[in-house]
């Protein structure tokens, strides 16, 4: 996982996420996920670009499964967008840096 891409589970979602003063862009994945190893290195390039302005977390659903099943996600990979602790966009599968760009923005 790259430097700004931040590592999150059942033990530091509602800290790091829901507390965030900035938009949060959170990849639910898994390490089995053919699609979450393609959508990895769109993730890790716009946390990369973003920082100071958005930040992007991972979270393994095979490791953090209470928080995958409280988020009601079912496939890997999603993306969610939180904003002021709130869920504003969801997404499943593999999207382009400019889908991501648009769910951030929306």
């Known amino acids: 996982m790259k430097k700004n891409v931040l590592p999150i589970d059942d033990s530091n979602f509602e800290s790091t996420i829901l507390a965030s ?13 053919g699609p979450c190893k393609a959508l990895a290195p769109v993730v890790e390039a716009l946390a990369d670009e973003q920082v100071g302005v958005v930040k992007v977390g991972a979270l393994d659903i095979d490791s953090a499964p209470a928080t995958a099943a409280r988020l009601g996600v079912r496939g890997a ?3 969610l967008v939180f904003k002021g602790g ?13 889908r991501l760009l648009a769910l951030l923005q929306g």
């Open 21 to 33: 003063d900035q938009p949060f862009l959170l990849e639910l994945t898994a390490p089995w996920c």
């Open 77 to 79: 990979p999603t993306i």
């Open 86 to 98: 709130r869920e504003v966009a969801r997404q499943v599968g593999v999207v382009s840096r400019a």
